[in-house]
T-cell receptor, first 112, second 115 residues
Framework: AQSVTQPDIHITVSEGASLELRCNYS??????LFWYVQSPGQGLQLLLK??????LVQGIKGFEAEFKRSQSSFNLRKPSVHWSDAAEYFCAVGTNAGKSTFGDGTTLTVKP | ETGVTQTPRHLVMGMTNKKSLKCEQH?????MYWYKQSAKKPLELMFV???????ENNSVPSRFSPECPNSSHLFLHLHTLQPEDSALYLC??????????????FGPGTRLTVT
């Protein structure tokens, strides 16, 4: 069965610092991978997705993610974090029948 | 209205009440989903509808009853809920629920409190 692991429950970074959020997946076939962001009291918003091709994908709000098949990872990165990036981030793998399996989420706190 | 909308945004109900949550998508999608998001728990998929047909019921108690009259509207009817049902209920839609490469678009959620 497919699964997604986000090893970091909570991360704190200073504004302007770089960010990397980790995601590891387990899936038997070629994965479809997504990162979503959820601000407090809101639904999830898609940041970026990977289906095939270039393993480095660009998303909205200056985020990027790199797919590494050998490591079963799809880590999210941003070179310089802004205070408005404070939110919860979810990694997900697309599975059969259009369902997505979500990780438990990583809460990002940004220090001024 | 654009995207996925949900009403009401907040709902407080007693355990003997009956209420309904409404979701509407304005994206021309054919699949709709209900999720439950509780504090300190992962996102739980409850139901999936594809072209108005229910394709997934993730062992959800019968006190939750979904309804999908057309591809744009999804309801979640609630009755005799328990306090542990208090959570954020998220609706989502995607182009179709047959392929796994379609991202989902989420509504803002309904914050449900059962007293």
């Amino acid at each position: 069965a497919q699964s997604v692991t986000q090893p970091d429950i909570h991360i704190t970074v200073s504004e302007g610092a770089s960010l990397e959020l980790r995601c590891n997946y387990s899936y038997g076939a070629t994965p479809y991978l997504f990162w979503y962001v959820q601000s407090p009291g809101q639904g999830l918003q898609l940041l970026l997705k990977y289906f095939s091709g270039d393993t480095l994908v660009q998303g909205i709000k200056g985020f990027e993610a790199e797919f590494k098949r050998s490591q079963s990872s799809f880590n999210l990165r941003k070179p310089s974090v802004h205070w408005s990036d404070a939110a919860e981030y979810f990694c997900a793998v697309g599975t059969n029948a259009g369902k997505s399996t979500f990780g438990d989420g990583t809460t990002l706190t940004v220090k001024p | 209205e654009t995207g996925v909308t949900q009403t009401p945004r907040h709902l407080v109900m007693g355990m003997t009440n009956k209420k309904s949550l409404k979701c509407e998508q304005h994206l021309g999608h054919n699949a709709m989903y209900w999720y439950k998001q509780s504090a300190k728990k992962p996102l739980e998929l409850m139901f999936v509808y594809n072209f108005k047909e229910q394709t997934e019921n993730n062992s959800v108690p019968s006190r939750f009853s979904p309804e999908c009259p057309n591809s744009s509207h999804l309801f979640l009817h609630l009755h005799t809920l328990q306090p542990e049902d208090s959570a954020l209920y998220l609706c989502a839609s995607s182009q179709a629920a047959m392929d796994s490469n379609y991202e989902q678009y989420f509504g803002p959620g309904t914050r449900l409190t059962v007293t």
